[in-house]
Each structure stands twice: as structure tokens, then as C-alpha cells.
């Protein structure tokens, strides 16, 4: 089986998704421009994620069993099938609270 060369993963507040943005995010959003977004497509993309990489693989296989990828400043486990991130460094420290991770292909 064929595994992916390198992924985009996008560290995004709380526990975003395509259609909500937590609570903080939208505070923030009414104090800084005095207007109110209710709905991600309206919300500046700088809000979605805070901090992304594009991670390539390594041909080591992590301590979670799953290959290893790494770049930009992160390490990641990364299941191929789920796309599931199963381990995680940013500059050599475990993800903060509040924080998920999102991933997406690169194509080549």
C-alpha cells in the first residue's frame, strides 16, 4: 500500500469545524471589527488556523505504530487511512489545551 508523501496540518482553536467557531473566536471576532459573525464563511481566514506546517515523510515509523512525517517545525504520527494524527510535537512539545488538529493531502 501506497502512504502518502506529505500532509498540511493546521492547528485551529478549541474544536473548530467548517460550519461553528468557538465561542472565543466569535468575541473576538464582534470586539475587534464591531461586527458580528455567526457563520465561518463570514469569519477572516487568519481565525481558522493558527499555526500550519506541511509535514513529508520520513520512512520512520513513530511509537504509535503509524509512519512518521515531519517538517516546519512538527512531528507528527499520522494513521494514512484515517488521516488521524495519532502523535504530535510543535517545536519539540506536546500540543496546548485548547487546541485540534486538522489535516489535509498535498498533492504532489
Known sequence: MSYPQSYEILLVPGFTDTTTQPAEVTEHLEATDGTEHTDAAEAPDS??????????AT????????PRYAGEGMVADIDPVTRTVEALLIDG??????????VSERKA
Open 59 to 66: 520512512g520512520e515509523t513513530g511509537a504509535s505504530g503509524y
Open 47 to 56: 481565525v481558522a488556523a493558527i499555526r500550519s506546517a506541511v509535514v513529508e
Open 93 to 102: 512539545a506536546e500540543l496546548d489545551y485548547g487546541l485540534s488538529v486538522r
